[in-house]
């Protein structure tokens, strides 16, 4: 079997795989109903959140343009702030729906600083809403979103946060931490396919929504309250990933969310260490930043990351991701979220050494 150690999708276990082979029900049934609710009711006790929470069918990126055009109207200011691709990513769908974007960016490898947003939110008042990435899976970095929405707060400012990679793995009290909409994918930490995005929704939040006049039509989030209220979602969704999450969050509750992060705590660290034991460098600037669901690895000098990854593959079944944007072909990345256990770190980590030496370099 292979050892997919990509930051998404991420492996399933067998009875989540298990329950998406379970016929087709009516999704406007009875049924449906008590599944929808639950997982709802879940999804809320693993996002520490009160707020309304939206299971929608799409992907992450989908997720992240529901927030934009369910928040903002065109021309209003938001402010972005990005330390790599998926940061990025969001400001351009702002952009694209017409949204007056002020970009604040950081190499990638390295955190936002909140000096700086705070320093970005003093220059200009006008600004609404402040979006941020919480585990930026392009760079393995995770921002300390407690300090900066500490300093969104300060100027009342809507925090908008993408959790794709960090919910439901690495601590994001979206109450606590005052997240106005927070955004997560079913293909990350929570053990299912890919096809579902969550999104909590704060009051603060319902008010700009309640004056927002991007267009929107599948995203809308009143007819997903409406048809909540009902258990139901406006239209089909994906029936069987909510099988499968029907399950996977369990197993989650379970574990308990102290033992989830601690577990991405141990794997994050056992990751890093064995990438230094072999004398090769992670992307990440400042280790305390260092994401605990996916390590961005700087190949030694003269090795190109995609042939390793090709060997990883063809000789010991190891899938690892690339690098993206400025960074590809410069990096390769392991996912150490979701379904994972320190036998894979293990296994992976003795396959890159055992590689290594083929591309030239022998490892420490
Ligand atoms: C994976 C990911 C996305 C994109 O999710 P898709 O399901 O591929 O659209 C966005 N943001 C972050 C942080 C991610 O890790």
Redesign the pocket.
């Given at each position: 079997m292979e050892n997919l150690r990509t930051?998404?999708p991420t492996p399933c276990p067998e009875p989540v795989l298990q329950a998406q082979t379970k016929q087709m029900i009516n999704h406007r049934g009875a049924e449906f109903q008590n599944i929808m609710n639950g997982v709802t009711q879940d999804f809320k006790t693993l996002f520490q959140t009160k707020n309304d929470l939206f299971i929608l069918t799409?992907?992450?990126?989908?997720?992240?343009e529901a927030a934009i055009v369910n928040l903002f109207s065109p021309d209003d200011k938001i402010l972005s702030v990005s330390i790599?691709?998926?940061?990025d990513?969001?400001a351009s769908i702002a952009q694209t729906f017409g949204a007056d974007v002020t970009s604040l960016k950081f190499e990638m490898g390295e955190a936002a600083d909140p000096d700086l947003l705070r320093k970005a939110l003093q220059a200009d008042p006008k600004i609404k809403a402040v979006l941020i990435?919480?585990?930026?899976?392009?760079a393995g970095v995770t921002n300390d979103v407690a300090s900066l929405g500490r300093v969104a707060k300060e100027f009342d400012k809507l925090l908008v946060v993408?959790?794709?990679?960090?919910l439901g793995s690495i601590d994001c009290p979206v109450d606590k931490w005052q997240i106005d909409v927070a955004?997560a994918?079913?293909?990350?930490g929570w053990m299912v396919p890919?096809g579902m995005?969550m999104l909590s929704v704060s009051e603060a939040a319902w008010k700009a929504h309640a004056n927002a006049k991007m267009p929107r039509f599948y995203w809308d989030f009143s007819r997903a309250k409406k048809y909540l209220e009902k258990g139901q979602t406006p239209w089909t969704p994906a029936v069987s990933i909510l099988y499968a999450l029907n399950v996977s969050l369990k197993i989650l509750l379970q574990e308990g969310l102290p033992n989830i992060f601690a577990r991405h705590v141990r794997l994050g660290n056992m990751t890093r260490k064995g990438i230094k034991d072999m004398g090769l460098k992670l992307l990440v600037v400042d280790e305390s930043y260092a994401s605990n669901?996916?390590t961005a690895v700087w190949p030694p000098e003269g090795i190109d990351p995609d042939k390793l990854r090709k060997t990883l593959r063809d000789d010991f079944k190891l899938i690892l991701s690339g690098g993206q944007g400025k960074l590809e072909g410069k990096i390769f990345r392991i996912g150490h979220l979701g379904y994972c256990s320190e036998k894979d770190i293990e296994d992976t980590l003795s396959a890159i050494k055992k590689s290594l030496p083929k591309h030239g370099y022998n490892p420490k």
């Amino acid at each position: 079997m292979e050892n997919l150690r990509t930051p998404g999708p991420t492996p399933c276990p067998e009875p989540v795989l298990q329950a998406q082979t379970k016929q087709m029900i009516n999704h406007r049934g009875a049924e449906f109903q008590n599944i929808m609710n639950g997982v709802t009711q879940d999804f809320k006790t693993l996002f520490q959140t009160k707020n309304d929470l939206f299971i929608l069918t799409g992907a992450g990126t989908g997720g992240l343009e529901a927030a934009i055009v369910n928040l903002f109207s065109p021309d209003d200011k938001i402010l972005s702030v990005s330390i790599g691709v998926f940061g990025d990513r969001w400001a351009s769908i702002a952009q694209t729906f017409g949204a007056d974007v002020t970009s604040l960016k950081f190499e990638m490898g390295e955190a936002a600083d909140p000096d700086l947003l705070r320093k970005a939110l003093q220059a200009d008042p006008k600004i609404k809403a402040v979006l941020i990435t919480h585990n930026e899976t392009s760079a393995g970095v995770t921002n300390d979103v407690a300090s900066l929405g500490r300093v969104a707060k300060e100027f009342d400012k809507l925090l908008v946060v993408d959790g794709i990679s960090s919910l439901g793995s690495i601590d994001c009290p979206v109450d606590k931490w005052q997240i106005d909409v927070a955004v997560a994918g079913s293909q990350k930490g929570w053990m299912v396919p890919p096809g579902m995005t969550m999104l909590s929704v704060s009051e603060a939040a319902w008010k700009a929504h309640a004056n927002a006049k991007m267009p929107r039509f599948y995203w809308d989030f009143s007819r997903a309250k409406k048809y909540l209220e009902k258990g139901q979602t406006p239209w089909t969704p994906a029936v069987s990933i909510l099988y499968a999450l029907n399950v996977s969050l369990k197993i989650l509750l379970q574990e308990g969310l102290p033992n989830i992060f601690a577990r991405h705590v141990r794997l994050g660290n056992m990751t890093r260490k064995g990438i230094k034991d072999m004398g090769l460098k992670l992307l990440v600037v400042d280790e305390s930043y260092a994401s605990n669901t996916v390590t961005a690895v700087w190949p030694p000098e003269g090795i190109d990351p995609d042939k390793l990854r090709k060997t990883l593959r063809d000789d010991f079944k190891l899938i690892l991701s690339g690098g993206q944007g400025k960074l590809e072909g410069k990096i390769f990345r392991i996912g150490h979220l979701g379904y994972c256990s320190e036998k894979d770190i293990e296994d992976t980590l003795s396959a890159i050494k055992k590689s290594l030496p083929k591309h030239g370099y022998n490892p420490k």
